[in-house]
């Protein structure tokens, strides 16, 4: 998922991903498309991938590639699925995950493995609700940037979609 991979499925995120029981209106949905346009908001709800790394079950992956004359060693502690950042050499990240779907196919596909964590899978990970990365990340562009709660009292909030850019006073 790149940024012109976005670009080309920013419609179907949308109408795969909006909220439920509720119809934007055409300015609305046309402002909600625009946020999958910009960049600095594709960043933001990237980073919602990596999680964070605290966790009930602590997984930790280490895969280390042997040849004759060198060694590189990688390691993640991260909990989400794809487990995004990748260290290497105790100071670098890579944030890449083709090398977690890679890792994922050299694992055998047993339980314990962490095969399908590494492969993006949310279920695998049991405090996830959510089935996939694009998930993810579509939900944060639409709550974060589309969407604000309206009223002011727990009971009666729900999500509203807009149709400009918001402040946070103006949530």
């Known amino acids: 998922m790149d940024s012109s991979w976005v ?10 991903y909006q909220l439920p029981d509720i119809e934007p209106t055409q300015a609305q949905k046309a402002f909600c498309l625009s946020c999958f346009q910009d960049q600095s908001k594709l960043m933001i709800a990237s980073l919602s991938l990596i999680g964070h790394p605290n966790t009930f079950d602590y997984p930790f992956i280490e895969m280390q590639f042997i040849t004759s004359n060198d060694t590189l060693s990688l390691y993640t502690r991260n909990p989400t ?10 100071t670098n990240y890579s944030y890449n995950p083709k090398i977690s779907i890679l890792l994922a196919d050299l694992l055998p596909d047993l339980r314990y493995s962490n095969s399908n964590r590494l492969a993006g899978d949310y279920s695998a990970v049991p405090s996830y609700s959510y089935q996939s990365v694009e998930e993810v990340f579509t939900k944060v562009i639409i709550y974060r940037y589309c969407t604000v709660f309206n009223g002011k009292k727990r009971k009666r909030r729900k999500r509203i979609y807009v ?6 006073t103006d949530r």
């Open 7 to 16: 670009a080309e499925n920013a419609l179907r995120l949308f109408e795969t």
């Open 163 to 168: 149709d400009k850019e918001t402040t946070i």
């Open 81 to 90: 699925p794809l487990s995004l950042p990748w260290v290497t050499e105790g």
